[in-house]
């Protein structure tokens, strides 16, 4: 395994857990998307592809995801 997919395979196991912090349904279909496809080890730009948004929209989800994830813990 390359250390790209090393680096994308660790990242998506931390988005996961991002994600069981969060209640599924106070998420939008968009973040729900994003969330599932990013968790399968899919890239930015292979997600954007396939949601017919760019790989930049993607990472800014993925963001406000991880945001609100941290928000909650916090609280």
């Known amino acids: 395994m390359s ?9 998506c196991a931390k988005l996961r857990t991002v994600i069981s912090r969060l ?4 998420l ?3 973040q729900r998307q994003v969330a599932e496809l990013r968790t ?3 890239s930015l730009q292979e997600i ?3 949601l017919g948004i760019t790989g930049e ?6 963001a406000r995801l991880r945001s609100r994830a941290r928000l909650k813990r916090d609280v």
């Open 3 to 11: 250390t790209r997919q090393q680096l994308l395979k660790a990242r």
């Open 23 to 26: 209640n599924s349904k106070a």
């Open 28 to 30: 939008t279909e968009r």
């Open 40 to 42: 399968t080890g899919l």
């Open 48 to 50: 954007g592809s396939r």
């Open 57 to 62: 929209r993607v990472r800014q989800v993925e």
